[in-house]
């Protein structure tokens, strides 16, 4: 479908119309606020940067260096380096023998489960 000539110009008139309506209304606020608020012409407002779509921020300056008597923080030992023979807690690896226990007893414990929620669920007869 062919574009219409005029339609851009259309649309842009529109949105003209009503950005100029919103700024209205917030001209409206702002004296409404005024009202409200005597003092609030008074404060001092930090300002904005408002970057335009597709700029770049710019650099913040560099940060002084310290002066040279700064003394400098250590950095703090590990807890190995403290005490060397606490390294770290080890677990002892199990057995086969006790692999194979903890298995036989995991596999009675969820029999035993599956056998209390199948009673459980099993509707009471009269």
């Known amino acids: 479908m062919p574009k219409r000539s005029g339609s851009s110009d259309f649309v842009r008139k529109y ?28 404060v001092k407002v930090k300002p904005t940067i408002i970057i335009p779509p597709g700029a770049t921020m710019p650099e913040a300056p560099p940060r002084p260096e310290p002066p040279e008597n700064t003394p400098v ?16 807690r080890r677990r002892k690896s199990m057995s086969a023998a006790q692999k194979k226990a903890v298995s036989e007893r995991m596999k009675k414990y969820w029999a035993a489960r599956r056998k209390a929620k199948a009673t459980k669920s099993q509707p009471a007869k009269a």
Do not use: C, N
């Not at 003209?16 to 209205?24: F, P, T, V």
């Not at 403290?82 to 770290?88: E, F, G, T, V």
């Open 15 to 42: 949105a003209l119309m009503g950005a100029a309506a919103r700024l209205l209304e917030i001209k409206r606020e702002a004296e409404a606020l005024i009202r409200q608020f005597p003092d609030l012409p008074r």
């Open 73 to 88: 923080r250590a950095k703090r030992p590990s807890y190995s380096e403290i005490s060397p023979k606490h390294d770290r």
